[in-house]
């Protein structure tokens, strides 16, 4: 079950995501012989070199070759490890997909393909380096599990949960800074939204670096008299289907909030459901099927949209909708 502690200051955490990363890993291999890392060339990038000095032995740095290092990690669930395979989002999820669906979950395997940069979080890498896709295109692949913790607080809770569960999972993952969300000791189910808001009158389902702009969007909202829930859909597959439902015949409108591609995201997953379902009103904030750029974290929220403002505007269009 979800215990949900929320944090008073939604300012960025002290700490990078790819340091918890690496402190999370350690300890599960302290106490788990099977958890090995495989990188593609960017074990110092993902802040890794700690757990490749701990266990030399469970480390395998492929080099930049995405493909090959997928490979190695089925052939290394095959023989009873725990793979987490990490590289930059695009080159997992694009570049080495056929080996994801083909040793990987055709072959049932049991590997954690880590995805880093999420979105406009690749900042200066630019449009090649930018997975506004990445998402879509593993939960577009049968027996995959889709998960984006949204802070340090989840990653760590997450982490271990994820090398418990046999099967295949991809997790896009935020290098560097993240807004903090969730204070120690919150507890989290993989397939289960949390609710970080009640609301009538709208609800806002985000995931990843949207969540902090839709408890803002939420605030200024509430100085309108307009009244949002807000869900964190940290699992895009299986997506929580109870809690979108409930959502849609509670309120009878829904925004929906990623930092990703509007096609084949959060957004598609949600409205195919509810045009199954329930038909709601929906609006849909995120990438509009455009490739990424260079540019600061700054500027591109504003570029693509991903702002509390822009939230809080699709909520009034909707609105008028409903």
Known sequence: MSKIILSKERGKDVSDMRTAYCEAMIEMAENDERIVALDADLMTAMGMKPFAKK?????????????????????LSVWGKVPFAHTFGPFCTRRACDQIFMSGAY????????????????????????????????RGIPTMTVVEPTDIVMLKNLLPKIADQYGMFYMRLVRKGVRKVYEEGSEFEIGKAVKLSDGNDVTIIASGYCVAEALDAAELLKAEGISARVLNMFTWKPLDEEAVLAAAAETGAIVTAENHNVINGLGSAVSELLAKKNPTVMEMVGVQDEFGEVGPESYLRERFGLTAEYIAEAVRKVLKRK
């Open 107 to 138: 072959n049932r395997a049991n590997v954690k393909v880590v995805g880093s940069d999420p979105g406009i979080t690749a900042a200066y890498n630019g449009g090649t380096h930018m997975p506004f896709e990445d998402m879509g295109i593993m």
């Open 55 to 75: 266990f030399p032995e469970r480390t395998v740095d492929c080099g930049i070759q995405e493909s090959n290092m997928i490979g190695v990690a089925c052939g």
